[in-house]
């Protein structure tokens, strides 16, 4: 271990997205003021990452006070907590060995809570068959993913396992691929037409990629993070096809299935199994769910899951066998899962404020999403596409030259320029994301109304300076704008 | 993924241990009580495993009720609850991103509790300095180890990296090592000599194993998991030495750290510091513990730390990429692991029931272990090591030559047909290890002590009855064991 060479080779090439440097930066920020330096602002806030929690978001009561029984079960004698709270965590610690939460689980989960996951599937599928067997649970979705994507690695150079993935993907995916030795294969996501999925660009990744590797899965962001695009059943329908004639693995991150605005959430499981026998029982699929969603947002509790689908019994085995090296699930994580996918139902005690909890965080992200995207195009140099899910918005920037030649002298790259600058004027931190090859951020939008107004201000009025001081080239970047928001 | 064939070939090749197997036929039994099949026992007993609170231990009140309160911040004023309770339970949601234990943290752990676990190692080791920054919290000791063993593994063939793990060595080791794709280099401990680490031993593998690998780290565990051994100041410093002389990496599983009986833990890095400068300043070595440790037995929260000493900063950066791919560890088990390493101190409320519970877990433990000890080493055809410290008993085995013919005409190893039968039989489920090319088992005394009585009582009976049904033969390991017994 002496010295960094002989640090595995493979941990070595993981990239490190800006995040973690903007990251750095901002608690280096908290740090100063903490310790009394004068800054144009009292805090820093953090809307780069979907952690509602930490930018403000309140838990959900239900969820809260069943855990917290469940954790000191003294507190099921405590009246002053609803009865159908008491009931439930009664129902959760006989599913627990020895009924604590500080037993292990089966590596795969509780099986209880794997049931309930399976019945929620079920409902919100309209009714097509969900099995508890085919459900694994893990320490967030993030986790799932891994272990799918260690199944199928292998290969080497040209023989290398490939993956399709979005372009612009969720950040945290490119260390995954990196560390596990996938080759990620980007298909380009159409920011002019609201950053839909299109098939001749599925196509086209897939036609440059066959001979420098061999992609076996493709990966889909639905709703989309970071974009915000919700894809309806036609183009759902379309990927499927495309998955079955080339015999690529589905991965479908549907993490942010609850906050779909104006339109409903159609899954991926319940297209593939409207399109028929020739697909339903022969495209291989593994959708992934996660504790992180938008309206329960429990990120520290970590727990996710995922639904294997067609997949070989035998094959699936390995599923087993790789979360066994987890040796288990975090308790408290799966037993918030349960909770989330089978809340309180009419006529509980806790029924009307759940829903109410729920509809009032629901509202809020969209109105957000809404309010932030028309104030952004109100921005010179700036687009942004209306998200229609998801808790994110991924404005474009166009920057004057002046700026992004500085960015080159400093040898950074143009959109973690302006995010570090963000970060020091204002202290406001959002993505940063550089990957399409043009500039954009990211930006969480499921926060509490007055701080998202807070984080508007301060990002508008940092953008406006920094635009104002280089006015002289704006009609170069005006055109550009102009022309990019008509051809929407 | 349509073949089995095409799955990740290191996936493949992970040695899955017999503890599965067994595992899969307890669930089964327990199933089939549930729907009514008539057995002669009401229920399995686990104790395969150092899963505490499954075995029916009780949790330790005070880190639930904190938990509680951080999950539910309105129980913050809940007069009932000790003042101390709430004032810490506000101190670590203070800790917390946006005060909510939902919030991701940093992917090393939440900077308040890496400082406790640092002032913890300093008071432990009479004042030895530990730096916060040298601590790494991750979701279990187990998930610590495999980030430092990815960083290790490189090579292939007779390159591959190596790491010497002692035999027996924990059970859930082999598969990570497998996984990772390091070379298990075994080194003998001595059941004879209770199951000490001997230096000839760990020199005689390490030369083995050169030009068929590349040892670069020994993997110690002390207190012993399964041995129950605990190695005094010299045997740590003979292992150190040899560690500096082989420039190997120490990686120190001392998990049980809080379970010796009848003398004075010490920890490897308390021997290491005092070994002088040429030493502490050179050898580098990674400690790890856990919340699934005796006392807490916390193993559902799932929560561990590892310390690095002397490792390069370069280096140490990777362990960080490493542990941001889980993006952040459960923050349940994070504070549940400050509320283990920071106690109530006297004066505080809960203080005395704290001391108390602790206390009595410690001596039931120590009770437990004795009582079981004499009681196996009454049975014929079975000789148990005493234990020093840790959480299990791993007798040995001496069974009727029909008996080994059986397992063989059957396929099962000798030690695995043993515990089918005493599940089958008696609804007793410990653990079977062959690995040492002796038949041992693995039963875990962290129990309560009517569950042990219970589980010895069943245990007793059947190898009674197994050795009695063979007892033509009995003359022959008689012998082997009387033999066995003296030269201790």
Redesign the interface.
């Known amino acids: 271990?002496?010295?960094?060479q002989?640090?595995?080779?493979r941990?070595?090439a993981?990239r490190?997205s800006s995040q973690?440097a903007l990251q750095s930066l901002a608690a280096h920020i908290t740090q100063d003021i903490a310790q009394g330096a004068q800054k144009p602002f009292k805090e820093v806030i953090?809307v780069s990452?979907g952690?509602s929690?930490?930018?403000?978001?309140k838990?959900v009561?239900f969820v809260?006070?069943v855990?917290?029984?469940c954790?000191?079960p003294e507190?099921l004698r405590?009246k002053s907590l609803p009865l159908d709270v008491r009931l439930r965590a009664e129902r959760l610690l006989e599913a627990?060995?020895?009924g604590?939460?500080?037993?292990?689980?089966a590596s795969s989960g509780l099986l209880h809570a794997r049931r309930s996951i399976a019945e929620f599937i079920t409902r919100r599928d309209a009714g097509l068959p969900s099995d508890a067997r085919n459900v694994f649970i893990s320490?967030?979705s993030?986790?799932a993913v891994?272990v799918i994507l260690?199944?199928?690695?292998?290969g080497d150079g040209d023989t290398q396992t490939g993956v399709l993935t979005p372009m612009p993907c969720p950040h945290?995916l490119p260390?995954?691929l990196d560390?596990v030795g996938v080759t990620q294969v980007s298909y380009r996501l159409t920011e002019e037409r609201g950053w839909a999925v299109e098939l001749d660009e599925l196509q086209h990744a897939l036609t440059a990629a066959r001979g420098k590797c061999e992609p076996?899965?493709v990966y889909i962001s639905n709703p989309g993070n970071p974009t915000g695009h919700v894809q309806d059943r036609k183009s759902i329908q379309k990927v499927i096809e495309f998955a079955a004639a080339q015999?690529l693995?589905l991965l479908v991150d549907e993490v942010y299935q609850d906050s779909v605005f104006g339109q409903e959430f159609i899954s991926y499981k319940k297209v593939l199994f409207e399109m028929g026998r020739r697909y339903a029982e022969t495209v291989?699929m593994v959708s992934f769910h996660s504790l992180s969603c938008a309206c329960v947002?429990?990120?520290?509790?970590?727990a996710g899951y995922m639904e294997v689908v067609n997949?070989?019994p035998?094959?699936m085995h390995?599923v087993d066998?790789?979360l066994?090296?987890?040796?288990?699930?975090?308790?408290?994580?799966q037993l918030a899962l349960d909770l989330m996918l089978n809340p309180p139902r009419p006529g509980d005690a806790s029924s009307d404020a759940y829903t109410q909890e729920i509809l009032l965080t629901r509202t809020m992200l969209s109105q957000n999403a809404q309010r932030a995207q028309e104030r952004l195009n109100d921005l010179p140099g700036m687009s942004c596409q209306p998200a229609m899910g998801g808790i994110f918005l991924y404005p474009r920037l166009w920057l004057p030259a002046e700026f992004e030649e500085q960015a080159e002298m400093l040898g950074v790259d143009v959109e973690v320029l302006y995010c570090q600058r963000l970060l020091e004027e204002e202290g406001v931190f959002v993505g940063a994301d550089g990957t399409t090859g043009r500039h954009h951020l990211r930006l969480c939008v499921l926060v509490p109304a007055d701080t998202l107004d807070a984080v508007l201000t301060r990002l508008c009025s940092f953008h406006r300076r920094l635009m104002d001081a280089d006015n002289c080239v704006q009609n170069d970047w005006t055109q550009h704008v102009e022309k990019h928001r008509e051809s929407n």
């Open positions: 271990m002496t010295s960094l002989r640090v595995n080779p941990v070595r993981i490190v973690s953090d990452s952690d929690h930490r930018a403000g978001l838990p009561s809260r006070q855990l917290a029984v954790l000191y507190l405590d627990c060995d020895g604590s939460i500080g037993s292990y689980t320490a967030g993030q986790r891994m260690k199944l199928l690695a292998c945290t260390p995954l560390e076996r899965a015999r693995l291989e947002g429990e990120c520290g509790l970590r997949m070989d035998e094959v390995f066998t790789m066994c090296t987890d040796i288990s699930t975090p308790v408290t994580g």
